[in-house]
């Protein structure tokens, strides 16, 4: 385990290491940041985003909450996908869950989590749209992954839900949305081949947010 004293002395050493080969490596990163991608994950402390993507600072915007949950009325959430999607333009936008989740365990047990309540109703709903499927897989790990698996797609949804990706997307081509699933037990990234095109489609049934007459200025 690293000591409080060790960060900073690693610290150094990193600063080290990224001016070895490039100087000015502070000073650029310092100018301005356009990442292509914004990360919605785990806060779990073993699914690292940049370090499992191989990903350099300043080419990630990331979000990390307990199973990577989005919802609807989380500011935290709104703002991130507003700013990465409107003011950076992000090209990609992903929500990565991983296998052994603490969060999706938790919201399988049937029994009261205090404040963690409303949180774990957003993967609650995920099970009761997908019960069916759920209820089928007789072992329990195996449906405990699976609904790791589902909460992604789900999330990936609400994303998808949003004014600002639909606005975006329509305006611009970008971004898309993708699923990732991470398994801690191999260190391998799984890329769920979320058809983003068909989900939109189905979702603009309902969810449609392209339409922005109302605020038009005309003070209807
Ligand atoms: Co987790």
């Not at 191999?186 to 939109?200: A, C, I, S």
Request: net charge negative.
């Amino acid at each position: 385990m690293v000591s409080y004293e060790q960060i900073f002395e690693n610290n150094r050493k990193w600063i080290a290491e990224k001016t070895a080969n490039e100087k000015d490596f502070f000073e650029k990163l310092a100018k301005d940041q356009t990442p292509e991608y914004l990360y919605i994950g785990c806060s779990d402390s073993r699914v690292t985003a940049e370090d499992l993507m191989g990903a350099a600072p300043g080419e990630v915007f990331i979000h990390r909450n307990v199973a990577n949950v989005v919802a609807s009325t989380d500011l935290n959430i709104a703002s991130v996908i507003n700013y990465a999607v409107r003011h950076l333009k992000v090209k990609r936008v992903v929500v990565c869950g991983h296998y052994g989740c603490g969060g999706v365990k938790a919201a399988m047990q049937p029994r009261d989590l205090g404040i963690l309540n409303p949180w774990l109703r957003n993967i609650r709903d995920v099970y009761r749209l997908h019960k069916d499927e759920l209820n089928a897989i007789k072992d329990e790990e195996a449906r405990y992954d699976r609904l790791v698996e589902l909460n992604v797609q789900e999330q990936c949804v609400n994303v998808i839900k949003t004014a600002v990706v639909q606005q975006r997307y329509v305006a611009e081509g970008f971004p898309t949305v993708h699923g990732w699933v991470f398994d801690m037990r191999t260190g391998l990234l799984k890329d769920l081949n979320l058809d983003f095109r068909k989900v939109l489609t189905e979702i603009q049934e309902i969810y449609n947010l392209t339409n922005t007459d109302w605020f038009d200025g005309s003070g209807r």
